[in-house]
């Protein structure tokens, strides 16, 4: 059972190491952009999130930055839960795994703490 586990586990991490510098990627462009552009990112009490361009922003730039801005938002969400599904997961089959061996050293802790860095970078 244990060699079971350590496969799921593997696949796992195999799924965070490709998802993972993705998200970097889109948090990286979405905060590029949003300085580069002086665009304020608020969000309302649910989470829902709104855009503050300069008056100054032609109408067209400010339509095409606020779209790619929401592609980025979404793509970013998306990302998020998929890793937290998959980190939920692989904490269960650690915990299956330190049933069976108390000495056993997590393999998720450097992900872990790598998608609370850019959980922490991309909030608005």
Known sequence: MTNQILLELDGLIASLNQIIPQLSGFVSQFNDIQIANDVK?????????????????????????TTRLGIIDRLC???GQSITQLLDKGRLLEEQLRLQDP??????????????RLSNAFKH
């Open 41 to 65: 990112v608020l969000s309302d009490s649910i989470g829902n999130m709104y855009l503050d361009v300069p008056a100054s922003m032609p109408k067209p730039f400010e339509n095409m930055l």
């Open 103 to 116: 000495h056993y050293t997590s393999k998720l802790s450097g992900h872990i703490a790598e998608f609370a």
């Open 77 to 79: 969400n998306t990302h």
